[in-house]
């Protein structure tokens, strides 16, 4: 089914919504989400996303209601904000936790409280649900575009997630993994984390760009790095191309005769849109698997793929090209909307 279609069938159950005939009685359902941050292109998407697919689902079906705090990278206000949170009882907490062992007393706090607990992006045991992104998969593919996209001789640097992280960590590992499959010489001569932070990497970027001269390509574990990353080769001249991990719909648009050559297709606003349809469905009592793997395929022009496959690239890895995936990266209700769950 076309994203035009599921824009169409989304349109047409709206409709039918408001006359009554597909309205769902249920109990109130109240919905956290408490993230690490707000200030990144990626949070602001993830958290404008939430926030659609809440008024959304409440003009939908009633009763629906929740808000997003932010701990503003800060591991003590995130405890401070999901202690509080507990005693305030909502229905379902999705958390990205800074460090996820200083969590496991809390989730069973929750569990006692009855609330349902969401690990966000790193998996954890004890949550009830862990919101996963297959990581490991994710940075493999990103690995196999650097093999096959960038020519024999090449040299890349990675900037990583925070130390710790399991996340970022996972997607560094798979990364490897994809560039270790190169039968060119590829050589990776820098890896340095950034913290998930746009004024690190913008300092990391400068220091690579004096460091190595010939640096060919630098890859990301987010998005969030290759803003300032790509500003600063441009003002330098430097003719160096980015893969990058999110799905951010303006580094995406940077891929049609841009320096952009991957990217993988989370998408802040389709996150946010899938949080709220996961807790509705958890609300009215679906059986969901433990482990939730969202969706987020590899994402390339047709060109780039076409070149790739010629150089050896998987054809079993599912790829979105750039227009259909700027498509859903910004209209999360194209699949994560309240038709999503009739």
């Given at each position: ?12 159950a ?40 809440i008024?959304?689902?409440d003009e ?6 929740g808000?997003?705090?932010s701990a ?14 507990i005693?305030?009882g ?45 990581d ?16 024999a ?17 996972a ?8 560039l ?6 590829i050589e ?6 950034a ?10 970027a ?12 630098i ?26 991990y999110?799905?951010?719909?303006p ?7 841009g320096?952009?050559m ?12 899938n949080f ?9 009592g ?20 076409q070149?790739?496959?010629?150089n ?15 498509e ?15």
């Amino acid at each position: 089914m076309s994203v035009k279609t599921l824009a169409m069938k989304t349109v047409a159950a709206t409709a039918l919504l408001a006359t009554g005939a597909m309205a769902d009685a249920h109990d109130p359902l109240e919905i956290v989400f408490i993230n690490d941050g707000h200030v990144a292109p990626y949070h602001v998407a993830w958290l404008t996303g939430l926030e659609d697919a809440i008024a959304a689902y409440d003009e939908a079906f009633g009763g629906v209601s929740g808000h997003w705090l932010s701990a503003e990278g800060s591991l003590e206000r995130m405890i401070q904000q999901v202690e509080t949170t507990i005693n305030e009882g909502p229905d379902v907490m999705f958390v990205n936790a800074i460090n996820t062992e200083a969590f496991e007393p809390l989730i069973a706090q929750a569990q006692e409280a009855g609330i349902v607990w969401v690990a966000v992006h790193s998996p954890m045991e004890s949550a009830d649900y862990s919101f996963t992104l297959g990581d490991v998969t994710n940075g493999t593919n990103q690995g196999l575009a650097m093999c096959a996209l960038l020519p024999a001789g090449s040299t890349v640097g990675i900037m990583l997630g925070q130390a710790g992280n399991p996340s970022g960590e996972a997607r560094h590992e798979g990364i490897l993994n994809g560039l270790s499959t190169c039968e060119g010489d590829i050589e990776v001569v820098a890896e340095q984390p950034a913290d998930w932070d746009t004024v690190r990497a913008q300092s990391i970027a400068e220091n690579w760009l004096t460091q190595f001269p010939d640096l060919t390509a630098i890859s990301g574990v987010t998005d969030a790095y290759l803003y300032p990353s790509i500003a600063i080769a441009q003002s330098a001249g430097r003719d160096i191309a980015f893969f990058g991990y999110d799905g951010d719909v303006p580094i995406m648009s940077q891929m049609n005769g841009g320096p952009v050559m991957a990217d993988i297709l989370l998408s802040g606003t389709r996150e946010g849109w899938n949080f709220v349809q996961m807790a509705y469905r958890i609300h009215r009592g679906d059986e969901l698997e433990h482990l939730y793997d969202f969706f987020t395929p590899l994402v390339m022009t047709e060109e780039n793929h076409q070149r790739a496959l010629a150089n050896g690239f998987p054809a079993d890895v599912q790829v979105y090209y750039t227009d259909a995936a700027l498509e859903v990266a910004e209209f999360g209700y194209l699949e994560f909307g309240p038709d999503s769950v009739q």
